[in-house]
Each structure stands twice: as structure tokens, then as C-alpha cells.
């Protein structure tokens, strides 16, 4: 069993920066790829960010060239940087687990979620 604690959440104007932090108990053959999800309200949950345990990454072409994903597996913590932020960028947040080998943003894939940490972006 696998438990991720996001953080890192808030409110930011628009063209601002915020880093979400995910905790994770520990990383283990289920935690082969980690990403980063999110929903609106409304909508279904898309995937944002993916990595691998090998350091490959994946990114939703929404948020390519603004968001970063990286790990710091000393600390078993996943991270995701968010520069120029946008409206359409508020959502809830969420940090996933899976034991692919390869990084996926599709949300079936991921057998361990976070409880979310919150991102509003305001015009």
C-alpha cells in the first residue's frame, strides 16, 4: 500500500507560480510512475504531468513549456512546477501512482491517488 500527501496548493494570479509537493510513504515496484492529475469542476479528471522511474517525462500539451515534473527520490517526493499560470490552470490537484514502466497521463493506469491540493488562478 502506497500513500501520497499532496501540498503546495493556493490562490495565484494569473502569469504566476506555484510548486506542488506529493509525499509518498514509499517508492516501491508500485510506484514505478508517478503523475500529476487534475479536475474542474465539471469535468472529467485529465492528466497533466508523468515520470518514470527512469526520469522520462510526459505532459499534457496544455501545460508543455509552463509545468515541470521532476522527483527527488532521497525524499521520496514528487514535485510539480507551475510557471505561468492561467485561469484554465484552476483545478484540484492531484498526485497519482502506478506501477507502469512507462510515464502515463491517462488516469486508469494509476492504482494509488492523493486526496488533492487545491489551485486557483485568478484573471
Known amino acids: 500500500q502506497v500513500q501520497l500527501v499532496e501540498s503546495g496548493g493556493g490562490s495565484v494570479q494569473a502569469g504566476g507560480s506555484l510548486r506542488l509537493s506529493c509525499a509518498a510513504s514509499?517508492?516501491?515496484?508500485?510506484?514505478?510512475?508517478m503523475g500529476w492529475f487534475r479536475q474542474a469542476p465539471g469535468k472529467e479528471r485529465e492528466g497533466v504531468a508523468a515520470?518514470?522511474?527512469?526520469?522520462?517525462?510526459s505532459y499534457a500539451d496544455s501545460v508543455k513549456g509552463r509545468f515541470t515534473i521532476s522527483k527527488d527520490n532521497a525524499k521520496n517526493t514528487l514535485y510539480l512546477q507551475m510557471n505561468s499560470l492561467k485561469p484554465e490552470d484552476t483545478a484540484m490537484y492531484y498526485c497519482?501512482?502506478?506501477?507502469?514502466?512507462?510515464?502515463?497521463?491517462?488516469?486508469?493506469?494509476?492504482?494509488?491517488w492523493g486526496q488533492g491540493t487545491q489551485v486557483t488562478v485568478s484573471s
Open positions: 515520470i518514470d522511474s527512469e526520469g522520462t517525462k
Open positions: 514509499a517508492y516501491t515496484p508500485s510506484t514505478n510512475c
Open positions: 497519482a501512482a502506478s506501477s507502469r514502466w512507462a510515464p502515463s497521463l491517462a488516469p486508469g493506469n494509476f492504482n494509488y
